[in-house]
């Protein structure tokens, strides 16, 4: 059984960090596209970045240059580095392992 678990979510000022983790089970993260989405209140869930299987990452343009994403073969994790927050991050965040498997999300506060 596949199950994906995000954690590492909390309420951060503007201008803060956050790390969130995904760590899975059932599933190697080193063979598939993992991908890391959020949804705001009242907004669609969006894609924001992703990692393949070689390593190469993607960003959407809105957290280009503030967010990093990263992966740990050994521990079957996938990172996600948040940088220079603003209150529009504000979201549940969810990563997604291929095509069918999501986290339950983790919420991200940005607020002064």
């Known amino acids: 059984q596949v199950q994906l678990v995000e954690s590492g979510g909390g309420l951060v000022q503007p201008g803060g960090s956050l790390r969130l983790s995904c760590a899975a089970s059932?599933?190697?993260?080193?063979?598939?596209?993992v991908g890391w989405y959020r949804q705001a209140p009242g907004k669609q869930r969006e894609w924001i970045a992703r990692i393949n299987s070689d390593g190469i990452t993607n960003y959407a343009d809105s957290v280009k240059g503030r967010f990093t994403i990263s992966r740990d073969n050994a521990k079957n994790t996938v990172y996600l580095q948040m940088d220079s927050l603003k209150p529009e991050d504000t979201a549940v965040y969810y990563c997604r392992a291929g095509n069918f498997y999501w986290g339950r999300g983790t919420q991200v506060t940005v607020s002064s």
């Open positions: 059932g599933i190697s993260f080193s063979s598939n596209v």
